[in-house]
C-alpha cells in the first residue's frame, strides 16, 4: 500500500541496522553509531530548510569554536588600540574593547567555553531525564514509577532559576562542565514526564508486546524498540536545552553573579555594561557582538528543533496513515505533551 | 474533582515545600566559610573598601560570642518550626530586618510587573498561536513565526537592555530603572500613576518576552486541534466561527498548555531577578538579587522559599481551575 | 478432554486489574475491574478455539493469560503439564519458561503497530530466529524466513524483507506477523483480532492462510473475534470450539454448529441476532432489554446478564447460574438449559 | 418482500458531475470522479465500497464540506420539503453554507467518537446548536429529550455529562440525537457504527428504522458492512475507485448484482448463513487515486476483464428501471460470478 | 501598594516637597535643589551603628557631624571639634557649642562621649583606652593605656561621627557600666546588636545633627532640607539636597542625562568628560590616600621566592594597567616607588633621601630584568612558558573582583604575565565571594585596595590586614601567617640593598605593624615605618601598581563651588566636606 507520504523523507532509511546483526564486527558497529548518530541527524537536517539552517548555524559556531581558536589568535591586552570602532581593520573587524583587545577574537575564544556547558548541560539534563523517564514508564504504575514521579514534579515546581542562582552563589562554579551542570538541574523534569508518556505509548505498541512475548531480552527491546522511538524527542528537547542553557548562563555571567576565569559572552556583555556601553557608542560594539551571537546561536537552535519536529512529525503522521484511525487520537496527545 | 484529588495535589505542593526548604538548609550548610564568614565578607563588600577591620573584627567578635553557632540539627529544627509555624524567615544578615518583612514589602512590586507582563505575552502567545494555526501555512504564518521565533532566541535580558538603550537612553520616553520618580507623591494622582505604569512598562515588556513562548507550541496544539473531529462537526454543525474559534479551537489547544503556561507563571515570575537587576526596579528579584551579591543567605534562603511558595501556589490554582476548563482531569491523570 | 493431552489448560484462572496508587494516592479509591473471573479451559494439539463478545468482556485478558503473558491474579494454567508460573520462578522445571515463551506465540489486532516501524522487516523477523536459533546460520536462518515469507504469499521474498513496515498494506504486514510468529514453531498462537482491521474482501483470504498454516505447522489457535460471521468462519471450517464470553465469564462454549445452530444462552441469541445475515428477513425488534453494557467494575449480581436479559427472572438477579452442560461439549451458563431449575418458576422481572 | 417507496419524482438531492480532487505532491488525486445520482425523498440509501473508494468525499459533497485543501466541482442540488426553490449547494456563500448544514441536512460521521467537544457537556452541544440557528432553544431541549429517549438513553443523564463519561455506543447515539435536533431533512451517516460492538451496531440500524418513521428521514447510509446496510437501506450505490459502479435497489444488489465489483464483494463478505466454501476474497491492490486506470477501472482485479474493458471507460446502463451499471459485461456475469443468492425474478418489480 | 510596608516610606518624601521645584531643567531635577549620588536606598539602611548588617556606611558621612579629619600632608585637624590636645597620654576633645541635634537637643561632647565609651566597655582588656571622661558637656578626656604619638593619638578620632545621641545610646551605656559580667555584657551587646534605628526613626526623632536633615525618602531618592538650627545655616542658599542612591540608580546615565548636579568623592576620567553635559566640570582634585596593589600568596612555593616576585613586578607595565583602568572611570596615576606609601606622605616620614636609595623597580616593564631573575631562581623557559628548577610548569591564579575597575587592572596584569611566559588563570568574582576568597587566602595572587584606614598615614597602608600587608598573628604559633608570609623575616643592613650582605636585619613586620599605631613618638612612627617600608621594597610582599587621585565633580553652571582656594579641601570626600559646610551655594540669584 503506497500512501500519499511514501515519498516524503524516510527516517527508516537511517536507522538501516545492516542485514548482518550477528557478523558484525566492531568497525561495523562502529559506522553503524556514525551513522545512527552523525549522518542520521546530518541527513535530517538536509531535509528541511529550517533544520538545515539551524545546522548550518550550529556549524558555524562549532566551527568557530573549535578550528576559529586556532586561527585567530587568543586576544590580550593591548593587542590592537583601545575601543577602535568596527570595519576599520582587519586585524579587529569588529573593533576592540577597552583592553584593545579584538572583539571578534574574544567571541571565537568564547565559543568553546560555552559548548562546553551547553554539552554538559544537555548531556546531564537530556540524559537524566531519559534514564528517569525510561525507567518510570517501564515500571510504570509500581513504587519505582511513583516515586520518580513525585521526585520530577517536585522539581518541576521549584523554580529553576531562583534555585540555580542559589546553588550557583553558593558553590561559585569556574569550570564551564559544572556550569553546564548546574544549569540542567531544572531542566530535566520537564523532558522526564514527556519521555516516560511516551514510553508509555511506546510500550502500547503491539510490536513491544510481541518482542516480550518471542522472548526478545529486555536490554535489546530497550535498545530497538523504545530508545530509537524516542530519539526524536530526546534531539529535539536537547536544542530546546541547549537554548534554555545559554540564555541561563549568559544571563548569569551578565549579572556577575557566576565567577569568570576566560573568555565568556555573558562576560564581555558585564563588562561593557558595567564600563556604561549604553551611554557610550565606541562601547557599542563590545556589548552588542556578543548579543548578535547568542541570539544567532539560540536562534538557530530553535530552528534546529523546529525543523527535527516537523521531520520528525511528518514521519510519525506517515506511520499513522497506515495504522488505524483509533490511534491518530492518541498519538496527538503524545505530541502535545512536548514543547518548551 | 474529587476530594482526593485535592488532597493529593495539596499533598504533593507541601512536599514539595519540605524539599524545598530542606534543600536551602543544606545549601546554607555547604556554603563556604560558615555564616560569620559570610557577615564579614558582606560587611566588608557593603562598605566597598573602605571599613576599620579593627572594629569589624571586635564586632564580628562580638556577635559570634552573643550567638555562637548550634548544631545542625538543631538549627534545621529551629530552622523549619520558625518557617513553618510561624512563618518566620529569619533576619538578614545585611538589612538588619525581618526577611518576611523585607518581602512582603518587595512582593506587590514584583507582582505589579508580572501580572502585566504575564497578561501582555500569555495573550499575545494564544492569540498569535491561533491565528497562525488557522491560517497554518499562509505568508501570515511564516511570517509571524518567524518573528515568534526570532523573539524566542532573544533572551529577555537582552530584550530589556534593547528597550533600555531605545527608550530609555537614545530617547527618553521611559526612565531606566527605579519604580516611582523623583519628586512625585504616592497617592491616586495621575502622575503618580502615569509615573508607576512607565517605571513598570519596560519591565513587564521583557518579562512579557519571555511569557510569549509559549505562542509556537500553542501554534502547534490549535494545528493539532484543527484536525480534531469535532472541529469538523462544529463546522458541520454549522455553528458560528467566533464560536468555534474560542470555545472549540481556543480552549482545546491552550489545555494541554495550561499547566505548562502555570508553571510558566512562576517561571516569569521568577525571571524578575534577572529583569529587575536590569531595571533596577527594587521587588522581589532584585532583593533575591542583592542577597545573592552580598551572600545575604536568610535572605537568599527566604527568596528561594518564597519564590517556590508562589511557583506552588501557581500550580496548585492550576490544578483546581484546570477541572474548570478540562472535565476530563478529575478522573485521573 | 482430559489434561494429560491438552497443550494448555487453565484451571478456575482470574485476572484483577486494580486501578494502581502513587506514593500520594492513598485517597483515593480502587476500582477492580474483574476481566477474567473463573474461567478454567483447555486447549488441545492442534485445536482451534475462537473467543467472541463484546467489548471489554475480557477476550484479550483470557488469551493473555492463556499464552502465559498475563500472570493471573489466581488459577493455574499449566503447559503440558508444567505450570507455566512455577517455571518462571521455579527452579529446574520440567519444561523451561524460556520453551514455554517459544511455544505460546501472539498476533496482534492491529498490523500497523506489530512490528517496530523503525526495523527492516528482515531484522524484525531475524531477531527471533537469533534468539531461538543461535546455532543457525546466517543464510539458513534468511532461507528459513524466505520459505515462509513466500509461503503466505509475499514473492519476491528478498523484495519484500528489505522493506520497512510503512511501505507494506495492511494485509501484508498482517502476513509479516504471521510468519513472524510461525518462525518460532509455536505451538498455540494467539490470534486477538487478527484480521479486524483488514478490508473486508481480504479477511477471507487470511483466515483461510492461518488454517491452512495451522495443518502444516500443527499449531493450535486461540482466536479471539468480535465478530461473530468471523467466529464462525474460523471456527467451522477448523472444526473448532467457540466461546462466548460476557464481563469476564463464559457463558457457552461448545462446537460452532451447536452454538450457533442453537444458541443456549439468551445473551448468545442476542449476539447471533447482531450479526445480520446477506440474505434473509430478520427481526428487528430488540433481543436485550439494554443496549449498554453494565460498568466492568460494578458487575450486576447473580448473573451479570439478567439486566439486559429479556429472559430474566427474579432468581437470576440473586444466584449466579454456574455451566450447565447442554450436550456434546456444549455448555453454557444459563438456568434455562436446565429444565428442572427454579427459575421456571421464578417470577418474570421483564416489564414490558 | 420488501417494497420501496421511492417516488423518482420526490428527489431531495440531485448530484452531477461531481468531482473531488486534492492537489499532492505526486500530482492531483482525483477521489471522486464524475459521479452522478439522485436521493430520493424519504428513502434510506447506502453506500458499499472499498475503504478509500471515496464514499465519504462524495457524501461529505452533500453538504459542501470536503476537508480542506480538497476542490469540489460539479452540481449538488438539494431541493426543499415543499416544493421550496431548490438550493445549489456547492454555490452558497458562507452565511448561507452554515445555515445550510444542519438545519437541511445532518452528518454523523465517521470520527463519531471523538465527535463532541470533549471540554463541554452534552447539553452544550444541543444549546450552541439550537442557538447559532436561531431556534427556540426551550423547545429545542425538550425535543433533545424525547429525541434522546427514543434513543434509549436517558436524556436527563446524557445532557449533563461530558463526553468522556459516556460509552462509545452512548455517545454514538447522543450524537445521532443532536443530529436530529434541528429537524434536518436528510442525515448523512458515514460509518457511524464502524467502531462499535456488533450488539450496539445492530441496536442502532434497528433504533435508525424507528427513528426515519417517526422524524421523517431521509438517510444516507455508508458502511463496509454490507449485511448490515442490507437491513437497512431501499437503494444501494456501490463506488469502486472513485466512481459508482453498479446503483439498485437492495434486492436488486443483492439477488442480481450486475457489475463484477459487487457480486465479488458479495462473496467476500462473511455470513452466519452461507456456505463457508462460497466465501472468496477478492484479490488485487485498490486502486490509487492519483494515477488513471484506462478504460474500466476495475479491470485490472476483474475476472471477467477483456480488452474492451481496457480500451474505454463503461458507461452507466440500465439493467433495470431502478438497477443501473457500468460494466459492459452486465449481461453475462450472472453466469461467470456466481453468488450464493440467485436472482429472484419474479420478486423483483 | 498600600499594604506593603513601603507606603510610608513613599508618603514621607511627600511631607515637605513642593510639587513647584520639580520644574526640572538642564541643570537637574529642580534648579536649586542640589542632587548627588551617594550609598544605598534609605529603605535599605539603618543606623544603629552598632548592628553588623545593613549600617548606612555612606549616608552616614551626609547626616552626622565628623569629629576630626585627616588631611593628604598626613595631618589629622578638628573638624567639628574646636579643638584636639594632646597632653602625655591624654587626648582631651573640646566640643564646640550651638550645635544641635535636628530634635532640637544640644549637640554635646556626651553624644559622642557615649560612643567611646559603648566601644571600650565591649571589651575593655582588648581596648587600647584606659578611660574617657566626660569633663564637662564640652570636653571628653582619653586616655590611652600607653603613651601614643601625639598624631597617632588624634588620628584614632578621626574619621568618626557624633552619631551615637545620648537619647539612644545613654540607656546602653548605663547598663554597660553597670554590668558585673561577661555575661551581662554580652545581654547588653545582644540587645545592642539587635537593636535597629531606621530612617523613618531618623527622621521622626531628629536623630542626625549635619546641616541637612532627612525628610523624606524612598527607595530611589533620599530627600534632605537645610536644617535652619545649624550654624552654618547661614551660609548657604541651598534649600534642598537630593540624595540618589549610587547602588541601585545608573549613575552614569543620570550623569550623562543631565541629572547630577555633583558627586561628592568622585572626578571624571577624560572617557566621561565627552559624554557628560558641558556644565560638569572637575571642580577640585586631590591625590587621595588610596592605592591599589597585588597581594602575594607565600604559600605558593613559586611566589615564595623573591626573585620571581621581582620578576613579576618587573615584567608588568603599570601605565597600561592604568590606562585600562582609566576606561571605567579610575582617575590616577601609575606608582613609582615600592614603598607602600601614598608618595604624598614619603616627605613626612621617610624623606626623600630614603625613598631614592630605595630598589628602584620599573613603573614599564623590563623584560631582561624580569627574565634574568627568573634564571636567577633557576627557571627556564620552555616554548615560551616558565618552567620551574625541576622543569615543571605552573600557573597563578589572579583573584579579582568582578567589579570593572578590578577587572580591567587584573586582566592586563594577568594578559602581560602571560605574555611573558608566565601563566596564569584569572578568576572574577563576586563582591562578597571575593572577600571570602580574599579572607582565606584561596588564590596565589590578590587584587586589592591597599589603604585600611581613611588616612594618609602609614598606619593606614602598614596594617596587619589584607587592606594593608596581611602577615598573620605571630602569637599564633607558626612561623607564617595566612599568607605563608613569615613572621620573622631578614632584610639588607643597607637601605637600597637587593640582596642581603652579612647576616642582615631580622625585623618582624607583623609585630612592626601591630605596634605602628601604638608608637609613643613621630619618631618612632618614622623608624618602624621606615623598617616596613625597606621591607616592602626589598621582599616584595605586595607591589603597588596604581595611587588614586579623588575629587569632586559639580555643576558649576549653576552652583558656586569651593575649588580648594578659599577653603581647605585636601581631606577625603571633598565634595562632601564642602557641602557639609555649606560652602556650596546656587547661582541661580
Ligand atoms: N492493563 C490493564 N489495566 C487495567 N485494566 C485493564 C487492563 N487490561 C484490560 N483491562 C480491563 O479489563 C477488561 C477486559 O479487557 P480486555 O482487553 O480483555 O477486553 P476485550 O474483550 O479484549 O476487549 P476488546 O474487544 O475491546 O479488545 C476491560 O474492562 C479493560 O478495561
Ligand atoms: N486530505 C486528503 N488529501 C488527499 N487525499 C485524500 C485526503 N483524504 C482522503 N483522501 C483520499 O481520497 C480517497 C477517498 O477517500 P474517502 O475518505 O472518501 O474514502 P472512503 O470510501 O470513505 O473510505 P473509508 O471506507 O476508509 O472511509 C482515498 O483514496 C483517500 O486516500
Ligand atoms: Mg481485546
Ligand atoms: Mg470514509
Known amino acids: 500500500m503506497s500512501d500519499a507520504h511514501s515519498d516524503d523523507f524516510d527516517l527508516e532509511d537511517l536507522y538501516d541496522e545492516g542485514i548482518e546483526p550477528d557478523t558484525e564486527s566492531s568497525s561495523e558497529r562502529l559506522k553503524r553509531a556514525i551513522e545512527m548518530n552523525v549522518l542520521a541527524p546530518a541527513r535530517i537536517a538536509i531535509a528541511d530548510w529550517r533544520a538545515l539552517v539551524g545546522g548550518a548555524i550550529l556549524a558555524f559556531f562549532l566551527l568557530m569554536g573549535t578550528v576559529g581558536v586556532w586561527l585567530v589568535k587568543r586576544p590580550t591586552s593591548g593587542d590592537a588600540p583601545v575601543l577602535a570602532a568596527p570595519f576599520e581593520s582587519l586585524a579587529y573587524p569588529l573593533g576592540t574593547d577597552v583592553f584593545g583587545q579584538p572583539i571578534h577574537a574574544q567571541l571565537i575564544h568564547a565559543t568553546p567555553g560555552m559548548f562546553k556547558m551547553i554539552f554538559a548541560g544537555a548531556v546531564v539534563s537530556v540524559g537524566f531525564a531519559a534514564i528517569v523517564g525510561v525507567v518510570a514508564g517501564f515500571e510504570h504504575g509500581s513504587r519505582i514509577d511513583s516515586f520518580l514521579m513525585t521526585i520530577t514534579d517536585v522539581v518541576i515546581t521549584i523554580p529553576g532559576l531562583p534555585l540555580i542562582i542559589v546553588i550557583t552563589a553558593i558553590f561559585q562554579p569556574e569550570n564551564p562542565y559544572i556550569v553546564g551542570v548546574f544549569l540542567g538541574i531544572d531542566n530535566w523534569p520537564g523532558l522526564a514526564r514527556t519521555v516516560r508518556s511516551q514510553v508509555l505509548s511506546i510500550r502500547e505498541e503491539s510490536y513491544v508486546e510481541a518482542s516480550e512475548i518471542m522472548g526478545i531480552p529486555m536490554t535489546s527491546i530497550l535498545r530497538r524498540d523504545i530508545l530509537s522511538q524516542l530519539m526524536p524527542y530526546v534531539m529535539i528537547n536537547g536544542a530546546l536545552t541547549s537554548r534554555r542553557i545559554i540564555f541561563e548562563s549568559v544571563g548569569l555571567y551578565f549579572l556577575g553573579i557566576l565567577p569568570f576565569t576566560t573568555f565568556n559572552w555573558g562576560v564581555m556583555m558585564n563588562l561593557a555594561y558595567e564600563g556604561n556601553a549604553l551611554t557610550r557608542p565606541d562601547m557599542l560594539p563590545w556589548m552588542v557582538a556578543p548579543m548578535v551571537c547568542i541570539f544567532l546561536l539560540s536562534f538557530g537552535l530553535v530552528l534546529l528543533s523546529q525543523g527535527l519536529d516537523s521531520l520528525f512529525n511528518v514521519r510519525l503522521r506517515a506511520r499513522h496513515v497506515n495504522s488505524s484511525k483509533k490511534r491518530t487520537s492518541k498519538s496527538n496527545t503524545a505530541n502535545a505533551s512536548q514543547g518548551d | 474533582m474529587t476530594p482526593q484529588y485535592l488532597l493529593k495535589r495539596l499533598g504533593q505542593a507541601l512536599l514539595t515545600f519540605f524539599v524545598t526548604m530542606t534543600v536551602s538548609f543544606l545549601l546554607y550548610q555547604a556554603m563556604p566559610g560558615g555564616p560569620t564568614e559570610a557577615m564579614r565578607s558582606v560587611i566588608l563588600s557593603q562598605s566597598g573598601g573602605s571599613v576599620d577591620i579593627d572594629r569589624l573584627n571586635r564586632m564580628i567578635q562580638l556577635y559570634t560570642n552573643v550567638n555562637p553557632d548550634q548544631p545542625m540539627h538543631v538549627q534545621y529544627f529551629n530552622y523549619a518550626s520558625d518557617v513553618i509555624l510561624r512563618q518566620d524567615l529569619g533576619t538578614s544578615f545585611f538589612k538588619n530586618e525581618e526577611v518576611t518583612t523585607l518581602i512582603m514589602q518587595r512582593i506587590p512590586w514584583s507582582m505589579f510587573i508580572s501580572v502585566y507582563a504575564l497578561a501582555l505575552g500569555y495573550s499575545l502567545s494564544i492569540f498569535l498561536g491561533v491565528m497562525t494555526a488557522y491560517r497554518e501555512k499562509s505568508r501570515f504564518d511564516s511570517t509571524v513565526s518567524s518573528l515568534i521565533i526570532g523573539l524566542n532566541s532573544i533572551p529577555y535580558y537582552i530584550v530589556g537592555v534593547v528597550l533600555i538603550y531605545f527608550l530609555a537612553i537614545q530617547n527618553s520616553y521611559f526612565p531606566t530603572g527605579g519604580r516611582i520618580g523623583s519628586g512625585i507623591a504616592p497617592g491616586y494622582n495621575p502622575e503618580f500613576m502615569i509615573s508607576l505604569v512607565k517605571h513598570a512598562a519596560l519591565p513587564a515588556i521583557s518579562m512579557g518576552a519571555l511569557a510569549t513562548s509559549g505562542a509556537l507550541a500553542m501554534r502547534g496544539n490549535a494545528i493539532r486541534v484543527l484536525g480534531e473531529d469535532y472541529i469538523r462537526v462544529a463546522q458541520l454543525r454549522g455553528l458560528r466561527e467566533t464560536r468555534i474559534a474560542t470555545q472549540y479551537l481556543g480552549h482545546n489547544s491552550i489545555l494541554p498548555m495550561y499547566t505548562q503556561f502555570m508553571i510558566g507563571i512562576a517561571g516569569v515570575f521568577s525571571s524578575a531577578v534577572i529583569v529587575e537587576e536590569v531595571f533596577a526596579y527594587p521587588g522581589m528579584g532584585l532583593l533575591m538579587f542583592e542577597a545573592v551579591k552580598t551572600q545575604d543567605y536568610p535572605l537568599l534562603m527566604g527568596t528561594l522559599l518564597v519564590f517556590t511558595a508562589i511557583s506552588l501556589t501557581a500550580i496548585f490554582i492550576a490544578d483546581l481551575t484546570y477541572t474548570f476548563i478540562d472535565p476530563r482531569i478529575s478522573v485521573g491523570e | 478432554m482430559s489434561s494429560d493431552d491438552s497443550v494448555l489448560s487453565v484451571d478456575d484462572v482470574s485476572v484483577k486489574f486494580t486501578n494502581s496508587g502513587g506514593l500520594l494516592d492513598m485517597f483515593g479509591e480502587k476500582e477492580t475491574v474483574r476481566a477474567v473471573d473463573g474461567i478454567s479451559l483447555d486447549i488441545g494439539e492442534n485445536d482451534v478455539l475462537t473467543l467472541i463478545g463484546e467489548s471489554g468482556c475480557g477476550k484479550s485478558t483470557l488469551g493473555k493469560t492463556l499464552i502465559g503473558a498475563q500472570k493471573p491474579t489466581s488459577g493455574s494454567i499449566t503447559y503440558r503439564g508444567q505450570d507455566i508460573w512455577e517455571a518462571k520462578n521455579g527452579k529446574n522445571p520440567a519444561i523451561s519458561f524460556s520453551e514455554i515463551r517459544r511455544s505460546l506465540q501472539i498476533i496482534h489486532q492491529d498490523p500497523g503497530s506489530a512490528l517496530n516501524p523503525n526495523q527492516r522487516i528482515l531484522t524484525s523477523l531475524m531477531l527471533p530466529l537469533k534468539k531461538w536459533n543461535p546455532n543457525l546460520g546466517n543464510e539458513e536462518r534468511k532461507k528459513r524466513i524466505y520459505a515462509l515469507l513466500e509461503r503466505v504469499g509475499l514473492t519476491p521474498a528478498e523484495d519484500f524483507v528489505q522493506r520497512f513496515p510503512h511501505q507494506l498494506s495492511g494485509g501484508e504486514k498482517q502476513r509479516v506477523v504471521l510468519v513472524r510468529s510461525l518462525l518460532l514453531n509455536p505451538d498455540v498462537i494467539l490470534a486477538d483480532e487478527a484480521i479486524s482491521a483488514l478490508d473486508v474482501s481480504l479477511r477471507v483470504e487470511m483466515m483461510d492462510l492461518m488454517l491452512e498454516l495451522q495443518d502444516l505447522f500443527d499449531t493450535s489457535y486461540i482466536f479471539i473475534s468480535h465478530d461473530l460471521s468471523n467466529a464462525r468462519y474460523i471456527a467451522e471450517k477448523s472444526g473448532g470450539r467457540i466461546a462466548v464470553m460476557y464481563l469476564g465469564r463464559i457463558v457457552e462454549v461448545g462446537p460452532i454448529e451447536q452454538v450457533i445452530g442453537d444458541p443456549q444462552h439468551p445473551y448468545t441469541q442476542a449476539l447471533k441476532w447482531a450479526t445480520p445475515n446477506l440474505y434473509g428477513e430478520e427481526d428487528d425488534d430488540l433481543p436485550i432489554r439494554k443496549i449498554d453494557i453494565p460498568d466492568p467494575t460494578n458487575r450486576p449480581s447473580g448473573c451479570h446478564f439478567h439486566p439486559r436479559c429479556p429472559k430474566a427472572r427474579e432468581v437470576c438477579q440473586r444466584e449466579d447460574p454456574g455451566q450447565f452442560d447442554a450436550g456434546d461439549g456444549h455448555g453454557a451458563r444459563c438456568f434455562r438449559v436446565d429444565d428442572t431449575h427454579e427459575y421456571w418458576d421464578s417470577p418474570s422481572i421483564v416489564d414490558d | 418482500m420488501r417494497t420501496s417507496n421511492q417516488n423518482d419524482s420526490d428527489v431531495v438531492f440531485e448530484v452531477r458531475d461531481l468531482e473531488v480532487t486534492f492537489g499532492t505532491k505526486r500530482g492531483e488525486s482525483r477521489v471522486v470522479r464524475n459521479v452522478d445520482f439522485d436521493i430520493h425523498r424519504n428513502e434510506t440509501l447506502g453506500m458499499v465500497g472499498e475503504s478509500g473508494s471515496g464514499k465519504s468525499m462524495t457524501s461529505s459533497a452533500l453538504m459542501n464540506a470536503v476537508v480542506s485543501p480538497g476542490e469540489t466541482s460539479g452540481e449538488v442540488t438539494y431541493y426543499p420539503p415543499d416544493g421550496g426553490e431548490p438550493i445549489s449547494v456547492l454555490d452558497l456563500d458562507e452565511d448561507e453554507l452554515r445555515r445550510f448544514r444542519w438545519g437541511e441536512v445532518a452528518m454523523v460521521f465517521q470520527g463519531a467518537m471523538s465527535s463532541f467537544n470533549p471540554v463541554k457537556k452534552v447539553r452544550g452541544h444541543f444549546v450552541e446548536t439550537l442557538e447559532d440557528h436561531n431556534r427556540d432553544v426551550e423547545a429545542g431541549l425538550e425535543r433533545a429529550h424525547k429525541i434522546l429517549g427514543d434513543l434509549y438513553l436517558d436524556p436527563d443523564r446524557v445532557l449533563d455529562s461530558y463526553p468522556y463519561e459516556l460509552s462509545g455506543g452512548m455517545k454514538q447515539r447522543a450524537l445521532i440525537g443532536l443530529a436530529l435536533i434541528l429537524e434536518p431533512e436528510v442525515l448523512v451517516m458515514d460509518e457511524p457504527t464502524a467502531a462499535l460492538d456488533l450488539l450496539m451496531q445492530r441496536s442502532i440500524v434497528a433504533l435508525l428504522k424507528e427513528l426515519k418513521t417517526e422524524y421523517d428521514l431521509t438517510i444516507i447510509f455508508i458502511t463496509h458492512d454490507l449485511p448490515l446496510l442490507t437491513k437497512l437501506a431501499d437503494r444501494l450505490i456501490v463506488m469502486y475507485a472513485f466512481d459508482i459502479v453498479e446503483v439498485g435497489s437492495t434486492d436488486d444488489i443483492l439477488y442480481d448484482a450486475a457489475h463484477p465489483y459487487t457480486r465479488s464483494l458479495l462473496n467476500a463478505t462473511p455470513d452466519l448463513k452461507a456456505p463457508i466454501e462460497e466465501m472468496q476474497s477478492i484479490s488485487g491492490a485498490k486502486p490509487d487515486p492519483v494515477t488513471n486506470v484506462p478504460g474500466c477501472s476495475y479491470h485490472p482485479r476483474c475476472p471477467m476483464a477483456t480488452e474492451a474493458c481496457k480500451a474505454q471507460e463503461p458507461p452507466m446502463e440500465d439493467r433495470s428501471a431502478s438497477h443501473r451499471t457500468a460494466c459492459i459485461h452486465h449481461e453475462d456475469v450472472s453466469d461467470e460470478i456466481p453468488i450464493p443468492a440467485k436472482p429472484m425474478e419474479g420478486e423483483l418489480q | ?589
Open chain 5, 1 to 589: 501598594f498600600d499594604s506593603s510596608g513601603q507606603t510610608t516610606d513613599e508618603e514621607s518624601t511627600d511631607s515637605n516637597t513642593d510639587s513647584s521645584s520639580n520644574g526640572g531643567g538642564g541643570s537637574g531635577l529642580a534648579d536649586d535643589t542640589l542632587d548627588f549620588p551617594a550609598g544605598r536606598p534609605a529603605t535599605d539602611v539603618q543606623f544603629n551603628r552598632y548592628s553588623l548588617g545593613n549600617y548606612a556606611h555612606t549616608l552616614q558621612d551626609q547626616l552626622f557631624e565628623e569629629v576630626a579629619r585627616g588631611y593628604a600632608d598626613g595631618s589629622v585637624r578638628p573638624d567639628l571639634l574646636e579643638d584636639m590636645t594632646v597632653d602625655g597620654r591624654t587626648l582631651t576633645l573640646t566640643f564646640p557649642e550651638g550645635f544641635k541635634w535636628w530634635n532640637g537637643d544640644d549637640l554635646t561632647a556626651e553624644d559622642y562621649y557615649i560612643g567611646l565609651e559603648i566601644d571600650r566597655l565591649q571589651a575593655p582588656e582588648e581596648s587600647p583606652i584606659e578611660s574617657n571622661v566626660l569633663v564637662d558637656d564640652y570636653t571628653i578626656e582619653r586616655t590611652f593605656k600607653t603613651a601614643v604619638s601625639p598624631n597617632l593619638m588624634k588620628a584614632n578620632v578621626a574619621e568618626t561621627f557624633v552619631n551615637t545621641p545620648r537619647s539612644v545610646y545613654g540607656e546602653y551605656l548605663t547598663r554597660y557600666e553597670e554590668a558585673s559580667s561577661d555575661s551581662e555584657r554580652e545581654a547588653v551587646t545582644s540587645d545592642l546588636l539587635d537593636m535597629s534605628i531606621t530612617t523613618q526613626q531618623l527622621i521622626d526623632e531628629g536623630l542626625g545633627n549635619a546641616l541637612y536633615r532627612v525628610t523624606g525618602f524612598n527607595s530611589s531618592e533620599t530627600i534632605c532640607e537645610l536644617f535652619e538650627d545649624h550654624p552654618y545655616a547661614e551660609r548657604t542658599d541651598i534649600p534642598k539636597v537630593r540624595i540618589l542612591p549610587e547602588t541601585t540608580s545608573d549613575v552614569e546615565s543620570l550623569a550623562v542625562n543631565d541629572k547630577l548636579d555633583m558627586n561628592p568623592d568622585v572626578i571624571m576620567s577624560d572617557s566621561q568628560k565627552s559624554t557628560y553635559p558641558d556644565n560638569i566640570e572637575n571642580v577640585y582634585r586631590l591625590n587621595w590616600f588610596r592605592t591599589q596593589k597585588f597581594t602575594f600568596n607565600f604559600k605558593n612555593e613559586h611566589i615564595a621566592r623573591l626573585p620571581i616576585r621581582r620578576a613579576i613586578v618587573n615584567a608588568v607595565d603599570f601605565e597600561s594597567m592604568v590606562a585600562a583602568m582609566r576606561q571605567a572611570g579610575t582617575v590616577g596615576a601609575p606608582a613609582e616607588n615600592q614603598t607602600a606609601l601614598r608618595s604624598t606622605i614619603h616627605e613626612e616620614y621617610l624623606g626623600s633621601d630614603f625613598v631614592d636609595q630605595l630598589i628602584d623597580y620599573p613603573v614599564g616593564k623590563d623584560l631582561d630584568a624580569a627574565t634574568a631573575y627568573m634564571e636567577q631562581a633557576g627557571y627556564s623557559k620552555e616554548n615560551g612558558t616558565w618552567v620551574d628548577p625541576n622543569g615543571e610548569s605552573f600557573t597563578f591564579t589572579v583573584l579579582t573582583q568582578n567589579n570593572n575597575t578590578q577587572v580591567q587592572a587584573t586582566k592586563v596584569f594577568n594578559d602581560q604575565l602571560n605574555a611573558f611566559g608566565i601563566q596564569t588563570k584569572i578568576s572574577t568574582v563576586s563582591s562578597t565571594d571575593y572577600y571570602q576568597r580574599l579572607q582565606t587566602y584561596e588564590a596565589d595572587i590578590f587584587w586589592i585596595w591597599h589603604v585600611a584606614k581613611a588616612l594618609w598615614h602609614p598606619t593606614a597602608y602598614f596594617s596587619n590586614n589584607f587592606y594593608g600587608i596581611e602577615v598573620g598573628d605571630p602569637s599564633s604559633g607558626g612561623e607564617t601567617g595566612p599568607t605563608g608570609k613569615p613572621f620573622t623575616t631578614t632584610i639588607p643592613n643597607e637601605v637600597g640593598a637587593t640582596e642581603i650582605q652579612g647576616s642582615g636585619k631580622e625585623i618582624q613586620p607583623a609585630e612592626l605593624m601591630t605596634t605602628l599605631p601604638n608608637s609613643t613618638s613621630a619618631e618612632e612612627v618614622q623608624e618602624k615605618t621606615r623598617d616596613l617600608v625597606q621591607w616592602f621594597n626589598y621582599a616584595l610582599p605586595d607591589f603597588v601598581f596604581v595611587e588614586e587621585d579623588s575629587g569632586y565633580w559639580g555643576d558649576t553652571s549653576d552652583f558656586s563651588m569651593p575649588t580648594g582656594d578659599e577653603h581647605e579641601l585636601n581631606t577625603n570626600r571633598p565634595g562632601e566636606f564642602a557641602f557639609k559646610n555649606g560652602w556650596i551655594s546656587s547661582n541661580s540669584q
